[in-house]
């Protein structure tokens, strides 16, 4: 054994203990997060009585009912239409996101900073601020107890946290491939469309999935814009839920399983872009 792989040996051995903290610090986190979800799938195929008695034993029958009952009892109708929501607001946001950080990346003057510094400013904008403002304004125009009193709040105030990201990426595009492509024919779309969004495929990803997360699991404006309970969503759809089955905690928790399982499914499958997207975000611009 030479001396150098001893050395070698000996420098992975100390960075390995220099990791350990951070393991450790993960390995709580990470307990700390599945100990609800764990709960919480093994109530949703308890009885009532089960989860009163023994929380944390595990069911003595699995009720796969208690999924029946939930879906049957409201929590379709409300998954159809924060489905609906959910995938409209999300391609909303990115495709006007998109064009936006497009239009700042290609036009660099006093306009396109303008556009930037209101970017910024609407992140710091909580929703709960314009509540009223915009239920007036909605009322206007009509939309109140309609989808759209949801999916147009959702695209606004996702929009800026989606034209930081998207332009971030937009502008480390190198310019050799757009004068190409403009060389080659490409009009103004074209070239968003075949040189621009190919690239930036993981940040436009991060942008949708972020925007389907708070699409999906919005619940204020989902209780004050929308009346009727055929309209309403997931989170809003499980209050008057909890009420209307506040003895069965086995079928409401069901419910909760539901509402949650989309959201993290779509994470797991997107992880990889997500990641990507975020890393890509933060040191390019």
């Not at 105030?157 to 491939?177: D, H, Q, T």
Request: proline content about 5%; some cysteine; charged content about 10%.
């Amino acid at each position: 054994m030479t001396t150098s792989t001893i050395v070698g040996g000996r420098m992975r051995t100390a960075d390995h203990l220099r990791q350990t903290p951070v393991y450790l610090v993960l390995a709580v986190y990470a307990v700390v997060v599945a100990v609800p979800l764990v709960w919480m799938v093994m109530s949703s195929f308890k009885t009532s009585a089960d989860i009163r008695q023994s929380p944390w034993a595990p069911p003595t029958t699995w009720l796969v009912s208690n999924y029946v009952n939930a879906w049957d009892r409201g929590i379709s109708d409300y998954f159809v239409n924060s489905v609906i929501v959910t995938i409209v607001s999300t391609v909303g946001t990115v495709l006007i996101a998109a064009l936006c950080a497009y239009g700042m990346t290609r036009i660099s003057n006093r306009l396109s900073s303008i556009v930037l510094v209101l970017a910024i400013g609407g992140l710091v904008v909580a929703p709960q601020v314009s509540l009223i403002p915009l239920y007036r304004l909605l009322d206007t125009l009509g939309l109140l107890n309609t989808l759209w009193a949801m999916i147009l709040p959702y695209i606004a105030f996702r929009l800026p946290m989606a034209i930081i990201l998207i332009r971030s990426v937009f502008i480390g595009v190198p310019k050799e491939l757009v004068d190409a492509a403009i060389i080659d024919g490409c009009s103004s779309l074209q070239v968003l469309r075949n040189v621009y969004l190919p690239i930036s495929k993981s940040v436009l990803m991060t942008a949708g999935v972020l925007t389907a997360y708070f699409a999906w699991n919005e619940f204020l404006f989902a209780i004050v814009y929308v009346d009727s309970d055929e309209l309403r969503t997931i989170p809003a759809g499980l209050m008057s839920f909890r009420d209307a089955l506040s003895t069965d905690w086995g079928v409401l928790i069901a419910g909760l399983v539901i509402a949650a399982l989309p959201i993290i499914v779509l994470f797991i499958f997107l992880q990889r872009y997500f990641v990507a997207g975020i890393t890509a975000g933060s040191w390019k611009g």
